[in-house]
């Protein structure tokens, strides 16, 4: 399985940047996918996962209300729409795919497949 995300950027706070996913696997609807961030000199943090047919979001406290996780299994991609950013959301975005089909968790050692990263930079 190979995961590549898109759609970082530069962007000034309150602004607003979409996120990609797309994975190259015949099983992509079976799967919960995950996205995680890891800001510099932090360890990586949970921001958001979807069930395996979008119909089961979860979110970090920290994005709640401002972000929002959504799925295409037709295309077998995964967004996260980042609404109101804010300079401290700034980091390297990863998603992920859960490690046992129709698993729901958001530890990161759960996910055993991960995309290369994007990097969201927010200014202030």
């Known amino acids: 399985v190979q995961l590549q995300a898109s759609g970082g950027g530069l962007v000034q706070a309150g602004g607003s940047l979409r996120l990609s996913c797309e994975a190259s696997?015949?099983?992509?609807?079976?799967?919960?996918m995950a996205w995680f961030r890891q800001a510099p000199g932090k360890e990586r943090e949970f921001v958001a996962l979807i069930s395996w047919t979008g119909s089961s979001t979860y979110y970090s406290d920290s994005v709640k209300g401002r972000f929002a996780i959504s799925r295409d299994n037709s295309e077998n991609k995964v967004y996260l729409q980042m609404n109101k950013l804010r300079p401290e959301d700034t980091a390297v975005y990863y998603c992920?795919?859960?490690?046992?089909?129709?698993?729901?968790?958001?530890?990161?050692?759960?996910?055993?497949?991960w995309g290369q990263g994007t990097l969201v930079t927010v200014s202030s």
């Open positions: 992920a795919q859960a490690s046992s089909p129709q698993a729901i968790a958001v530890g990161d050692s759960q996910y055993n497949y």
């Open positions: 696997t015949h099983t992509f609807a079976q799967y919960t």
